[in-house]
């Protein structure tokens, strides 16, 4: 049951992405390839069927934030993936769904906003924390502070400007924002690998 409601929510998910919250629910379903019935059977309502999918949504960005503070991974391998993570999460967006979320569902928006906030910022502090430890980020730096202007600026940013306006791909918004940040934090151990990562990058996209 739970393997399917996954499936379903995608789909529908898809299509809010695309034309926005506004649409009714029997064009969700002949949009999506889902019946209607079938929606019914699995939420009990379109608001219910997007608050899992939202829920799903914050989910994902969770899955992605979490290499950040990865065993497997160095400080700053971690950061550059995980943001760039999030942006191609973020790039799939259209400017009416995050409007129509807004206006529509104010309450429900909120939660999730929390919700995905809360992940990012313990996200983004425990790899400076994890970049002090191996000496690739200055030790001075003030963790919280850090970490919540960093993502206040993001997110404000991100929505004012690059979503709603199209001045900005999101892509490149966030290969910006990686470069911003991690050269204002690291050390000159982490400047030398930051250097080495970024020539290997340039080398293997030609």
């Known amino acids: 049951m739970t393997a399917r409601k996954d499936k379903y929510a995608a789909k529908t998910m898809e299509v809010f992405r695309q034309y926005g919250l506004h649409i009714s629910i029997d064009e969700l379903a002949d949009k999506s390839g889902v019946t209607k019935k079938t929606l019914y059977n699995h939420f009990e309502s379109k608001e219910g069927l997007l608050k899992f999918c939202l829920q799903t949504f914050v989910h994902d960005l969770e899955k992605k934030i979490s290499i950040m503070y990865s065993e497997d991974v160095n400080a700053i391998e971690g950061f550059k993936s995980g943001i760039c993570g999030m942006g191609e999460v973020f790039h799939s967006l259209s400017p009416v769904f995050f409007d129509d979320l807004r206006k529509m569902f104010p309450e429900l928006s909120g939660t999730q906003h929390k919700a995905g906030f809360g992940s990012f910022l313990e996200g983004m502090k425990r790899n400076l924390e994890k970049g002090k430890k191996e000496?690739?980020?200055?030790?001075?730096?003030?963790?919280?502070?850090?970490?919540?202007?960093?993502?206040?600026s993001v997110v404000s940013f991100f929505i004012s400007s690059v979503l709603t306006r199209s001045e900005y791909s999101a892509r490149d918004y966030f290969r910006s924002v990686i470069d911003y940040h991690l050269h204002a934090v690291v050390t000159p151990k982490g400047k030398r690998l930051l250097d080495k990562e970024n020539l290997t990058t340039k080398y293997s996209e030609k």
């Open 135 to 152: 000496k690739l980020y200055r030790q001075e730096i003030n963790v919280e502070m850090i970490s919540r202007f960093f993502i206040s």
